[in-house]
């Protein structure tokens, strides 16, 4: 994987996201850890953690809590992202994350409440599902239900209400940049072309999505993927 995550490749995928204010900000990182995570390669996730770790300290002014934030959104993003690419992947992708995480930067609590009621996760994936797919929210859903009804229960309330509505670490912009770097290396363009400006509608800039697209796009080539079909553009 050496020969695959280099630093000047790494460099090359940062250097096509726009320079945030912040450096926690600039989801290049979030991004290419899960399109590695979705390509089947978990082991070039220390290598974008290192090199981003690496990146912040160079920077005056990183706290300890910059990196944990680093680190958290690394986290949670892969994790969000296992609604896509299957939580197999995601558990290779977070041991690894976790090997290659110094220890004081490793998170030991749950971050999500799982006390709350099936009613206030129901209305939060609701309203997660209904701004990340704006006017073709009415026609998605009802596919899903038509699909196969526990598919729509367990996107709403599980997929969006559990895991997407959490927004603490990772934003709802993120939170759609997590879907879109899982949804490339699956190769499938329909979901993509969904999900691209849905993260609009959470937020993102037209020149951040393309970003995210083509980090996700150049790390499934570099890994080996074979996409069958053409990735839709914003």
């Known amino acids: 994987m050496a020969d695959i995550a280099t630093p000047e490749f790494l460099s090359e995928l940062q250097s096509l996201y726009p320079a945030p204010a912040k450096y926690v900000d600039g989801d290049w990182f979030l991004a290419a850890s899960i399109a590695f995570s979705s390509s089947n390669c978990p082991e070039g996730i220390p290598y974008i953690l290192r090199y981003a770790l690496d990146d912040l300290d160079k920077l005056p002014d990183t706290s300890d809590e910059d990196r944990r934030l680093l680190v958290r959104k690394i986290n949670d993003g892969i994790f969000k992202s296992g609604l896509i690419s299957g939580y197999l992947k995601v558990y290779n992708a977070l041991v690894s994350l976790y090997e290659a995480t110094p220890e004081e930067l490793r998170g030991t609590e749950l971050l999500r409440d799982f006390t709350r009621s099936k009613e206030e996760v129901a209305a939060a994936g609701q309203a997660c599902f ?26 709403i309330k599980f997929g969006y209400g559990y895991v997407c509505a959490f927004m603490e670490v990772t934003s709802a912009k993120e939170t759609s940049f997590a879907m879109i770097a899982a949804l490339i290396p699956n190769d499938t363009p329909r979901q993509v072309e969904w999900h691209l400006p849905g993260a609009v509608r959470n937020g993102a800039t037209v020149e951040e999505v393309r970003a995210i697209r083509e980090i996700a796009l150049k790390i499934a080539i570099k890994t080996g993927i074979h996409l069958k079909h053409e990735v839709p553009d914003i």
Not at 130 to 155: F, I, N, W
């Open 130 to 155: 209904d701004v990340t797919y704006g006017d073709t929210a009415a026609k998605v859903q009802p596919m899903l239900r038509s699909a196969y009804p526990d598919l729509e229960h367990l996107t």
